[in-house]
């Protein structure tokens, strides 16, 4: 933990919250689910602080922005937002009432002590692997320190946080992550996730089961595990032995109230025959994966250090599809790596073509300060770079919406999640992460009910629900 000596308080702490009541957080999650999860821990370790949750900035006491590093423009636009958060306590402090600011995540853990230097109305920077210790670093800040700190604990994080209590849960809804894995050792050559998260961890199964125990008695019906390489999970039982992720899904399908198991990032060379097999032995293991390529050419498959090849990635595709025919797959991609010729972008699009992937996130390269790709000297011209996302977009477009229209005229089971857009819809997702939505009421919430697809757009699914009896209703 480090310390900066500037710009003391300009009010006693938490004073004028509770003049107005209890002190209100608002904790604003960015990028990965991993961060959703942070968030969600940071809020409950914060309720028993005796901090309410606020519903906005306007609202909050306290500001904590869990913030991504992955590109560029998500490290920047957190200092687009801090310059907004920074007018707020300035306008605030003139009235006499106080704002602390806190920047959590995986921007916190790069640039630690330069967040406070770009931006002074911050008060806390603080890292992934030490947010547990939020209650006394913000003791300290509200005694005048302006703080750092971005250790990987020797403590375990997740020791230190309280469990959510059911209401907590509920008001979450149906649907839960769980983290089960932390950190990552591949050191792909385009990516910050090894510096700012730090090697791979994995939770104990026991803890794992604890916490999936806890969202199921509090309603929770879908269980999605989480991890930078959460297919790496090797997490110790009782004696020590270390499980394989498909170990523990078999164990956590047996939970009851636990009605849908999901389980995300995967990477492909983790990829195990045993975890391909659960597809097919685990009804309860949805038939999705999102598995990520980045790249259809071999040569850019190596310079990104992926350890693997495109036929590699098509082996596992075709071994999953055996083991569970209907299985949907979902990827990311990266357009403009360093040295990226045409050929090994029409590669990529080829990859596409052959695989026919139900949704993907694509992104254009963008060099990360300390990662082996910023270093190269063969950057991509801004310009190709948007073509090539563009071209691949369009692909990657037809492909998702001609999954959606195959659904039309099947019945499928659909976990209902909350209300729909409109009076009277209630909405939920399908077995391959779609959004469905049919008519009718709250009770459907926390269920899974069979429907019949009616329609399709790009990004959503029309349904009538199918009565027990057989017949679909409105
Ligand atoms: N562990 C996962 C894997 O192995 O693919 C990915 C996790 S990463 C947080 C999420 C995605 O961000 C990556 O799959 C990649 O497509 C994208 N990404 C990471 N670094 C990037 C960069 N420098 N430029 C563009 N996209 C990047
Ligand atoms: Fe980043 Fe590669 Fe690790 Fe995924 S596997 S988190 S892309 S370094």
Known sequence: MSETLEAPPLCAPGREASARGAAKVLVKSYGCQMNVYDSARMTDLLAREGYAEAASEDDADLVILNTCHIREKAAEKIYSELGKLAILKRERAAQGRETKIVVAGCVAQAEGELVLRRQNAVDLVVGPQSYHRLPELLSRAAEGARLTDTEFSVQDKFHALPDASPAQIRARGVSAFVTVQEGCDKFCSFCVVPYTRGAEVSRKVAEVVAETRRLADAGVREITLIGQN????????????????????????????????????????????????????????????????????????????????????????????????????????????????????????????????????????????????????DQIDEDVKRERLAALQELVAAQRQAFNAATVGREIEVLFEKPGRHPGQVAGKSPYMQAVHVAGGRDLIGRVARVTIAGAGSNSLAGRRVEESGGATN
Do not use: C
């Open 230 to 377: 959460v297919n790496a999970y090797r997490g110790e039982d009782e004696q020590g032995r270390a499980w394989p992720l498909e170990r523990l899904l078999e164990l956590l399908s047996d939970i009851a109230g636990v009605e849908r198991l999901r389980y995300t990032t995967s990477h492909p060379v983790d990829m195990t025959q045993g975890l391909i097999e659960a597809h097919g032995a685990l009804p309860k293991l949805m038939p999705f994966v999102h598995l990520p390529v980045q790249s259809g050419s071999n040569r850019v498959l190596k310079a990104m250090n992926r350890r693997h090849l495109a036929q590699d990635y098509l082996n596992s595709v075709a071994a999953l599809r055996q083991a569970r025919p209907d299985i949907a797959l979902s990827s990311d991609f990266i357009v403009g790596f360093p040295g990226e010729t045409d050929a090994d972008f029409e590669a990529t699009l080829d990859l596409i073509r052959a695989v026919g992937f139900a949704s993907t996130f694509s992104f254009k390269y963008s060099p990360r300060p300390g990662t082996p790709g910023a270093e190269r000297d």
